[in-house]
């Protein structure tokens, strides 16, 4: 198979390798697409090593066709169209990943637009829904609305009912994140999402802030954050592109009983990501099918382009998400 292997330079260049193997309770999946995600990025700088075992090929989705079934895997046929959550590998023709983190390809989609979404909703899935505990009637902000992770978390949230605020880095981007369903987008470069938190939790649930951040800037923005939350508000730490060290008064965080949280789910078991699929199986993939919600691919690039993908992703330009397509 051809894939796309780190040089010594730190780019990206296509080299052929033995096709992967499943092993039990994996699928070997012939790839027609793979999402580019920003924790690519961090495992090229070499800030994010794959768990052991794992391809040490870049990527974490993709969408195609099984093509071979390991040891124990009885509920995917050969031949069947699927998305799955990687452990690494998807930059390559063909990929192998855990059964239990397929998904099947929602109805009128392409493979992809379908490549576009594990990653994203796994993780929004799990940080929001499981860990922060959201409901609806609730408030959400949510940093980075047209970041991959910003545009799933924005249009699931709302179509399961709670009412969401974003913020974005310009005017244009913030008119997407109210076209995605957001009632209040802030253009961070512009203003304060402060007070403006505050103003919008107190419009829904008569409280000086909003239920629930999700942040992946980290740096001065925690302190900000906490100060945006209502009483027993809870704030989810995705990433930390300002930094992860910061210096804060903690008094507010007792005093409005709140909780800091945060996860990465990479290194998760596969059963915990199993039983995340089987969520999204049933409360999301739904949405796609009654078009509540919508992939939104900003660009394609074959997979010999990979390095001008990156290139995209790094320089935050982009609305959703990046995609490579395979020969």
């Not at 929004?124 to 609806?136: G, P, Q």
Request: aromatic residues 6%.
């Amino acid at each position: 198979m051809i894939c796309m292997e780190v040089q010594n330079n730190g780019q990206l260049a296509p080299v052929e390798r033995h096709n992967p193997a499943p092993g039990p309770g994996e699928v070997l999946i012939r790839v027609k697409a793979a999402g580019i995600n920003r924790p690519d990025l961090l495992q090229l700088a070499g800030h994010y090593p794959p768990p052991a075992g794992a391809s040490d090929i870049l990527g974490l989705e993709c969408a195609g066709e099984i093509v071979q079934r390991g040891a124990g895997v009885t509920d995917w046929p050969v031949g069947e169209h699927v998305c799955a959550l990687l452990n690494g590998g998807g930059y390559a023709e063909y990929a192998t990943a855990p059964a239990g983190q397929c998904l099947p390809i929602p109805r009128g989609l392409t493979l992809t637009q379908a490549a576009s979404l594990p990653e994203t909703y796994f993780t929004v899935w799990s940080n929001l829904f499981d860990r922060a505990k959201l409901k609806a009637g609730e408030s959400l902000l949510v940093h980075g609305g047209t970041s991959g992770i910003g545009v799933a978390a924005i249009q699931l949230a709302s179509a399961l009912g709670v009412r969401v605020m974003a913020t974005a880095g310009s005017e244009e981007k913030c008119q997407a994140c109210l076209d995605l369903g957001a009632m209040l987008a802030v253009d961070y470069n512009e203003h304060d999402f402060v007070p403006a938190a505050q103003e919008f939790g107190a419009q829904g649930n008569g409280a000086n802030g909003v239920d629930v951040i999700l942040d992946m800037v980290g740096g001065d923005y925690v302190a900000r954050n906490i100060d945006a939350l209502a009483p027993d508000g809870r704030l989810v730490n995705i990433a930390f592109l300002k930094g992860s060290r910061v210096q804060m008064d903690l008094m507010p965080v007792m005093l409005k009983r709140l909780t800091l949280t945060g996860s990465t789910l990479r290194p998760r078991p596969p059963a915990f990501k199993a039983a995340i699929a089987e969520s999204l199986r049933t409360q999301a993939w739904p949405l796609f099918e009654n078009t509540r919600i919508r992939p939104v691919v900003f660009a394609t690039f074959p997979l010999k382009m990979a390095n001008q993908a990156l290139k995209l992703m790094k320089s935050g330009e982009h609305i959703g998400k990046i995609v490579l397509e395979m020969a």
